[in-house]
């Protein structure tokens, strides 16, 4: 049990947050870490596991956000529906995909998911009739408090994450691995190396059109260029799960938790120092540094990804051994 | 019904034909060989047999059904097991893992995956390694992994690509005794191998190619007098 | 049917650009592997750089040989000091050198947001709007000389590819990068004069572009996307497909827009890297085998 301790302390804590803190900001914050946890683990899953690497979960998120706008608007049923369907209706996007690009080797995946998520968004953006076009879908919030919202969220981080815990440690999680390692050898095991990526394309895309239609229900708006957008969400969710440590379970948790404060980090201005500084101050300098600070969000991201990927490739978790030896000098016990 | 037979196989690519006309017939629980130089085409009967591609023509059999053109992974499924002569190890996984993921086509839970992966290791004389990454592995153990994931998928028929090829004298022993070990368990060999020694001492019977084609078939000491195998081994000046 | 011949004509010749920036990424396809997705924000940036000059009185034409020396050094600086440490690090997706593009692509953007703001800029020549006529058939002046240039840079490309020793090199590291190291080839050096010539090579193009086109930071992904439909429709690593498959992008474009709409332009490009995918694995390499 020794081995469970960290995870179920944290959940304990996580489960007794709103009760704790009652701040609105925060409430939101760990909202969107938890959504966070679901798509960064499930893009961890094909990439991370089976080594299948996406460059477009966008287009699994953005649909299963759509399928509960579009519930909602063209059939006037509660938007919580969308959150059994689009993760269903993400699947039924992945898989002819899948079906189509896997028997190609090489590069051609993660192309084609680049395709694929950038082909989502203009669909969604041309079929103004059906999506709304460039206007989106507005829906009306089923709660005022953000508590609600907060346990769903937390339930579905803890479900994807268990149940990707689960298949990764019985006979799909074997396969998966095995298929990143080495296809050839897979094959020759008995493993239809075909029919396990589309498996785990399937976990992939369904969690992340769950996470989807909760964000269409929490935020209320959603648009083409937001939820299909390349970097919020593509490379994001690329970020979170390398970050934390692609491969590993945990990981992507660690890195939602630190992408989610690295992008409040920008968009607030440094949570509202330096703006709380020129207010204080008095001095103008402080504003126009929280100014490029929100600017440079981007740009921050960017080098976050240069940065990671130069030092920190298998993320924090992965690397934490040489983190503890490079960062605190502490050497392996053995 | 014979146990395992190949038909008239013929592997063309491009304008090259790799293997041309070769037929054999192996019986169940013999160790058959398989030689000839460089480029004979021995891997690519391998890789025909095994499905990694199709044979341009010709017909497998194996306990009487054609099984020709199947993908790999289900001809690991009908019993016929394969190493690699360039190894392939899961790298980042423990020999262990390697092997229950092996074991995975038998069994499609954990406690009986892990049971079979642990008895094939104990076999394979690979337990005091069972935790270590592949990728870390020496040559010798690699090949051994190599041998111990095809045992954990049950096979009927081993086909083994090179097993002593880089190993040094004592290793390559080890190895011989290991493959004898795995006839006498009851599964039938088609092995390749370059090093003479090796495969004229455990061979039952040999099946010679040069240039994709057969040259000679019989037991080791009849496939080593004949004056075709000799050429091709040693060149014309000492047929 | 003139309406048909003017939009062919128009294709043909936007297709000759597309050609110059997909063999550009088709060149560091080939030799690295990987699909280098800042292509267009190079190209942008080489746009930039004849804004500048532009603004300083400088023919588009010109600044075309102070552009490409100068992506040339970004491309080299990139792949030295960003993509060639990657090589040696131990990680689970082999994808690394992808993302680390992707990377770099936000932060040029991102970049050039701060320096120029998010504005189009317009490069002022006498010529942007002239056209002379072919029968009833117009042509854009400036787009019909970049075709020409673009023409001429691909034909060096491929003297220079086949007859020097360099050339020859690069060749060989794409075709076989552990034989070319055995055969005395430096591919370390060879991956990094080979990004910088992609990275020269999509400069000339965003130069010639500049006088029919407008500047902005986010021009950028756009024309990623492009060079990447063309190097799949053409084949990976294949430097006539990537000929083959920027003439055939720039006419579907053309087509898309005048009898589809104009909105459609984008999802054109989609729909052959779809269809390419799934009737033609391989790309144009597969029929033309070079």
Known sequence: MKKNAVPLVLFAALAAFPLVVTSNYFLHLMILFLLWVVIGSSWNVLAGYTGQVSFGHAAFFGVGAYTAGLLSQHLQISPWWGMALGGFVAVLIGLPFGAICFPLRGAYFALATLALGEGMRHIATISESFTGGMMGIMIMPSFVSKIPYYYISLALALLSVLSIRFVIGSKPGYYFVSIREDQDAAESLGIDTTLYKNASLAISSFWTGMAGAFYMNYMGFIDPHVVFSLHEYSVMAILVAIVGGVGTIYGPAVGAFIMVAVQEFFRSGFFGLFDYLGRTTGMPAFASVSEIVRQAHVLGFGVLVVVVILFLPNGIVGDWGKIRRNVFRIQPTR | MSFFRVEKLVKRFGGLTAVNDVSFDVKQGEIFGLIGPNGSGKTTTFNMISGTYPPTSGKVFFKGKEIQGRKPNRICRLGIGRTFQVVKPLGRMTVLDNVIAAAFSRESRMPGARKRAEETIAFCGLDPVAGMLAKSLPIAGRKRLEIARAMATRPELLLLDETAAGLNPTESLEAVELIRKIRENGTTIVIIEHIMRVIMTISDRIHAINFGQTIAEGTPSEVAANPQVIEAYLGTDYA | ?290
């Open chain 3, 1 to 290: 049917m003139d309406v048909f011949l003017q939009t062919v004509v128009a294709g043909f010749l936007k297709g000759g650009l597309y050609a110059l920036i997909g063999i550009g990424m088709t060149l560091i396809m080939g030799v690295m592997g990987i699909i280098n997705l800042a292509h267009g924000q190079l190209m942008m940036l080489a746009m930039y750089v004849t804004f500048l000059l532009n603004t300083m009185g400088v023919d588009p034409y010109i600044s075309l040989f102070v552009a490409m020396p100068v992506l040339f050094l970004v491309g080299v600086a990139i792949q030295k000091f960003l993509l060639n440490p990657l090589i040696k690090v131990e990680t689970i997706l082999p994808e690394n050198q992808v993302l680390m593009t992707v990377g770099i692509g936000m932060v040029i953007t991102e970049i050039a947001r701060f320096l120029f703001k998010s504005d189009y800029k317009y490069v002022k020549t006498d010529y942007a709007n002239a056209t002379f006529f072919l029968g009833k058939i117009s042509f854009s002046v400036a787009l019909t000389i970049a075709f020409a240039i673009a023409l001429a840079f691909t034909a060096a490309m491929f003297w220079f590819l086949l007859k020097t020793d360099l050339g020859r090199s690069i060749r060989a590291t794409a075709q076989d990068k552990d034989a070319a190291t055995l055969m005395g080839v430096h591919t370390g050096r060879i991956t990094v004069i080979t990004f910088g010539l992609g990275a020269a090579l999509v400069a000339a193009a965003g130069s010639l572009l500049a006088p029919v086109y407008y500047i902005f930071p986010d021009l950028g992904g756009p024309f990623t996307a492009k060079a990447f439909i063309i190097t799949i429709l053409g084949g990976l690593g294949s430097t006539v497909g990537a000929i083959l498959g920027g003439v055939t992008l720039g006419m579907a474009e053309s087509l898309g827009a005048t009898y589809l709409g104009m909105e459609y332009e984008d999802i054109v490009g989609l729909a052959i890297f779809i269809a390419v995918l799934l009737f033609l694995p391989g790309g144009f390499k597969r029929l033309t085998k070079v």
